[in-house]
């Protein structure tokens, strides 16, 4: 029997980042998996735009990435709001609809469960 080296629930990296563009506030979040787990635990990633005009998420998508040893540290090598489409990406859910604020934060952490950055950064009081 082998044991990873990190408990189940841990994760390499998590990086997130908020980027402005022309149709919205572009949100990016991915949580790595341990390099040797690569084989059989897949990079949770989620993307949103948030929509000053209307205070709302306007777009909000998770999957799950898988990658190969090579892609995962093409991956490890530049920050998630350049990571581009790097492995193969399975969408998991995707809403093209107006969600408020606090219900992102919730699906978020809900997606994330168990990261406990997340979950810090998202608990923090949102202005407005």
């Not at 209307?54 to 777009?59: D, F, K, N, R």
């Not at 990658?67 to 350049?82: G, P, T």
């Not at 399975?90 to 997340?118: C, E, G, M, Y």
């Amino acid at each position: 029997m082998m044991q990873a080296d990190k408990p189940i629930g841990k994760s390499e990296l998590t990086e997130f980042s908020w980027t402005p563009r022309d149709d919205g506030v572009h949100f990016v979040c991915e949580e790595l998996p341990p390099k040797e787990r690569i084989g059989f635990v897949g990079a949770r990633y989620l993307h949103a735009i948030y929509a000053p005009s209307s205070q709302s998420i306007t777009h909000f998508d998770g999957a799950l990435r898988i990658y190969s040893d090579l892609q995962y540290d093409e991956r490890r090598s530049a920050h998630v709001r350049h990571s581009g489409k790097t492995g193969i990406r399975k969408k998991i859910f995707r809403v093209d609809a107006p969600v408020s604020r606090n219900a992102f934060s919730l699906i978020t952490q809900a997606f994330f469960v168990w990261n406990d950055d997340l979950v810090r950064y998202f608990r923090e009081q949102l202005p407005g």
